[in-house]
């Protein structure tokens, strides 16, 4: 992960839920801190710094990606600010360079939850790259799974350290594998945030063939594209809109309906789709 796309340090946690968290504790999330996080996203995103007693504030979302709306943070931002948590909707990048550009405008703290986008790229660099941490989860429903499994990015290098405190149940057993020490001790906060190695090596088989991988579901997205076209064109149903800053992973293909005969747009959609399919 680290070679292919640039991530200064990376830790294998068991779910992506569990590298908020490491996350949250990394960031030192304290009662009362506020958060800022899309109004739309998974439970997890909330719940990592809900647990630690932070407010989660929530910010409205762009339509056409689902993402968080950057024109709306700042107005969110108050003294208790502590942190902004954007998400990649379905694999679609988030504006992270407008992101962290406010987040140092107020001396705040970057999460990307980069749930859904291991693989996409958002003006040539790789979702996680670019905010203090990321979040990536390998769950089942991923485009590369190890069943259950995540990964925190720190590229922070001042943190990394504490980081593999944190991972290992809060003990020094880091400086130990290391040779610094001879035995390890108690030294901070921290949980038993590690993937196992049979889990790592099931995702590893697949992170190998990646590219090939992600060629496979682009296909699949382009035959969803060819679809529904006629029913967005119609005004019938509106669908995710990207530029050419991003590079997607294809995760998913998601779409709204805006007529009352959703029923039939959905059969329709689903038969076509079938159609083009078949034909990859």
Same mark, same amino acid.
């Given at each position: 992960?680290?070679?292919?796309?640039?991530?200064?340090?990376?830790?294998?946690?068991?779910?992506?839920?569990?590298?908020?968290?490491?996350?949250?504790?990394?960031?030192?999330?304290?009662?009362?801190?506020?958060?800022?996080?899309?109004?739309?996203?998974?439970?997890?995103?909330?719940?990592?710094?809900?647990?630690?007693?932070?407010?989660?504030?929530?910010?409205?979302?762009?339509?056409?990606?689902?993402?968080?709306?950057?024109?709306?943070?700042?107005?969110?931002?108050?003294?208790?600010?502590?942190?902004?948590?954007?998400?990649?909707?379905?694999?679609?990048?988030?504006?992270?360079?407008?992101?962290?550009?406010?987040?140092?405008?107020?001396?705040?703290?970057?999460?990307?939850?980069?749930?859904?986008?291991?693989?996409?790229?958002?003006?040539?660099?790789?979702?996680?790259?670019?905010?203090?941490?990321?979040?990536?989860?390998?769950?089942?429903?991923?485009? @590369? #799974?190890?069943? $259950?499994?995540?990964?925190? !990015?720190?590229? &922070?290098? =001042?943190? +990394?350290?504490? /980081?593999? %405190?944190?991972?290992?149940?809060?003990?020094?057993?880091?400086?130990?594998?290391?040779?610094?020490?001879?035995?390890?001790?108690?030294?901070?906060?921290?949980?038993?945030?590690?993937?196992?190695?049979?889990?790592?090596?099931?995702? @590893? #088989?697949?992170? $190998?063939?990646?590219?090939? !991988?992600?060629? &496979?579901? =682009?296909? +699949?997205?382009? /035959?969803? %594209?060819?679809?529904?076209?006629?029913?967005?064109?119609?005004?019938?149903?509106?669908?995710?809109?990207?530029?050419?800053?991003?590079?997607?992973?294809?995760?998913?293909?998601?779409?709204?309906?805006?007529?009352?005969?959703?029923?039939?747009?959905?059969?329709?959609?689903?038969?076509?789709?079938?159609?083009?399919?078949?034909? +990859?």
């Amino acid at each position: 992960m680290q070679d292919k796309h640039g991530f200064k340090s990376v830790f294998l946690t068991p779910s992506g839920t569990a590298a908020l968290e490491m996350g949250a504790l990394l960031a030192n999330i304290q009662p009362g801190d506020e958060v800022i996080l899309p109004s739309y996203t998974f439970s997890s995103t909330a719940n990592a710094i809900v647990i630690f007693g932070a407010i989660p504030i929530f910010c409205e979302v762009d339509p056409n990606t689902m993402n968080i709306d950057v024109e709306k943070i700042e107005a969110l931002i108050t003294p208790k600010t502590k942190m902004i948590i954007p998400i990649d909707y379905a694999g679609v990048p988030c504006e992270i360079e407008s992101i962290v550009a406010i987040a140092e405008k107020y001396n705040l703290i970057v999460m990307q939850d980069c749930a859904q986008s291991y693989g996409s790229y958002y003006k040539g660099k790789a979702c996680g790259t670019q905010a203090h941490l990321a979040v990536f989860s390998f769950h089942e429903t991923k485009n @590369f #799974s190890a069943g $259950e499994g995540g990964a925190l !990015i720190v590229n &922070k290098p =001042a943190w +990394i350290e504490r /980081a593999h %405190f944190l991972q290992e149940k809060g003990t020094d057993r880091r400086l130990v594998i290391c040779g610094i020490k001879n035995k390890y001790s108690w030294v901070d906060k921290g949980s038993s945030y590690l993937l196992s190695d049979i889990l790592a090596a099931l995702l @590893f #088989s697949q992170l $190998e063939i990646e590219d090939e !991988i992600k060629e &496979k579901r =682009a296909k +699949i997205s382009e /035959a969803y %594209f060819k679809a529904v076209i006629p029913f967005v064109q119609s005004g019938k149903i509106s669908i995710y809109q990207i530029n050419n800053d991003q590079h997607l992973n294809h995760h998913a293909f998601w779409l709204i309906c805006l007529c009352i005969h959703l029923q039939w747009v959905y059969l329709m959609v689903i038969n076509q789709t079938i159609c083009q399919l078949q034909k +990859i």
